[in-house]
T-cell receptor
Framework: SQTIHQWPATLVQPVGSPLSLECTVE??????LYWYRQAAGRGLQLLFY??????ISSEVPQNLSASRPQDRQFILSSKKLLLSDSGFYLC????????????FGNGTRLTVT | GEDVEQSLFLSVREGDSSVINCTYT??????LYWYKQEPGAGLQLLTY?????DMKQDQRLTVLLNKKDKHLSLRIADTQTGDSAIYFC????????????FGAGTRLAVHP
């Protein structure tokens, strides 16, 4: 069966510091991968998605970037965090063929101080 | 543009039925989804319905789809305290690549 791992679970970082969140998927090949952000009391905003190694699409302009160095690894990064980057970050995967649901990791709670 | 709207809060008594409602805008959405989020956790897929269906039942869950009105509902029968969570409605949209568009979520509170 497929599993998705996200880490760390929680992170407190000062403004201006770098960020690296990692997500890996097991049990499937060539998945679509996604980073969503959930602000307090709000829905999920799609930040990035990837349909293959090295292929990244950004949905909104922001202070963050994403990379996919391996088929089942997705990384969310920032060079300098802003206060507004605080939130709950969720990684997800779906199959690469046709419409299918997203399967989410447990999320990372990021607090920028 | 694409948008999904839900009421933000619902309170029910244990044992009653809960009905969570959602409206969406993109009539080309192929699938519509319901997810559950417990405190501090990720989203768990509950169920989904293909756009050419009117109803889908899965144990205590019943999904109703009114495609004409772009209205989706989730009914939970015999609601239990373990059902307390935030429920998200999502549409598949027209952008492809399974880029789901989510509502803001409905917080369901179950009280004795």
């Amino acid at each position: 069966s497929q599993t998705i791992h996200q880490w760390p679970a929680t992170l407190v970082q000062p403004v201006g510091s770098p960020l690296s969140l990692e997500c890996t998927v097991e049990g499937t090949s060539n998945p679509n991968l996604y980073w969503y952000r959930q602000a307090a009391g709000r829905g999920l905003q799609l930040l990035f998605y990837s349909v293959g190694i090295g292929q990244i699409s950004s949905e909104v302009p922001q202070n963050l970037s994403a990379s996919r160095p391996q088929d089942r690894q997705f990384i969310l990064s920032s060079k300098k965090l802003l206060l507004s980057d605080s939130g709950f970050y969720l990684c997800a995967w779906s199959t690469g063929q046709g419409p299918s649901p997203l399967h989410f990791g447990n999320g990372t709670r990021l607090t920028v101080t | 543009g694409e948008d999904v709207e839900q009421s933000l809060f619902l309170s029910v008594r244990e044992g009653d039925s809960s009905v969570i409602n959602c409206t969406y805008t993109d009539s080309s959405s192929t699938y519509l989804y319901w997810y559950k989020q417990e405190p501090g956790a990720g989203l768990q897929l509950l169920t989904y319905i293909f756009s050419n269906m009117d109803m889908k039942q899965d144990q205590r869950l019943t999904v109703l789809l009114n495609k004409k009105d772009k209205h989706l509902s989730l009914r939970i029968a015999d609601t239990q305290t373990g059902d307390s969570a935030i429920y998200f409605c999502a549409e598949s949209g027209s952008g492809g690549y399974n880029k789901l568009i989510f509502g803001a979520g409905t917080r369901l509170a179950v009280h004795p």
